[in-house]
């Protein structure tokens, strides 16, 4: 479970929008099955050239690490990275450690997810190293698999199939996932229970940027995702798909 923001954006990435997505760490909504706030793990990536990076990633609490998580919004802001996904954690599945702190990333991928895969190990790929042992982090090998080298047209196809091929075999409460490869960022929102907490809202500056959050925050005018729907901008925020 988690809350989670990504940023495409022409210009400059603002420290205000990741400050106040640090709120959500305690604020956040959360399943009633589940403890209040997010604070199994918080991590900031995006990317420095062509090359993705972790500006910062902890297995702690976003809220009691105030000083490492400004650090990381810092590296992130002056990094000049048009894309910037943001993840804060509340364990479903895995241990609580640094290599099950989302987002993740391989080669110009980047990934955060909510939600839980039960018998995710259905979906691990031989070809792949696995850093940690989340279902997130196997959800995210078998999405790039299936998308690696392929053209933005026919991302939405490849992904819908993924998703219908994954719910065939695993039992999932939520595939909710934004997903980034440095020339794209995507946001797609799915679930099959709890509709209240597995959202995903969306805000379009027109010409200037595209920013997806869990939950709506402050200075923007927030739309709902609904289930199903998968959202394609490019790095400087233009939609290409979907809307």
């Not at 500006?55 to 048009?82: I, L």
């Not at 999405?143 to 199939?161: Q, W």
């Not at 939950?215 to 959202?231: K, Q, R, T, Y």
């Amino acid at each position: 479970m988690c809350r989670m923001i990504g940023l495409a954006s022409n210009n400059k990435i603002s420290t205000l929008w990741l400050e106040d997505f640090q709120k959500l760490a305690v604020e956040g909504n959360s399943l009633k099955t589940m403890p209040e706030g997010h604070g199994d793990g918080w991590g900031i990536a995006g990317y420095l050239g062509d090359w993705t990076v972790h500006f910062g990633r902890s297995a702690g609490d976003a809220a009691d690490e105030t000083e490492a998580y400004e650090k990381a919004t810092a590296k992130a802001v002056a990094s000049k990275s048009k894309i910037v996904i943001a993840h804060m954690r509340s364990a479903s599945a895995g241990t609580v450690n640094i290599e099950n702190s989302h987002p993740f990333t391989y080669k110009e991928w980047i990934f955060c997810h909510n939600g839980t895969v039960e018998d995710a190990k259905k979906l691990e790929l031989a070809k792949y190293k696995y850093e940690g042992d989340t279902d997130s982090e196997r959800l995210f090998k078998y999405l790039i698999d299936r998308l690696h080298n392929k053209p933005l047209k026919e991302f939405p196809a490849l992904i819908r199939d993924a998703v219908n091929e994954i719910k065939n075999v695993c039992k999932c409460t939520s595939l909710t996932f934004l997903l980034a490869n440095g020339k794209y960022l995507m946001g797609f929102r799915d679930y099959s229970e709890d509709e209240n907490y597995y959202t995903l809202y969306y805000s379009h500056s027109s010409g200037h940027s595209f920013s997806f959050c869990s939950e709506p925050l402050p200075g923007f005018d927030w739309s709902p995702m609904a289930n199903g729907e998968l959202i394609v901008c490019d790095k400087e925020g233009g939609v290409l798909n979907g809307l």
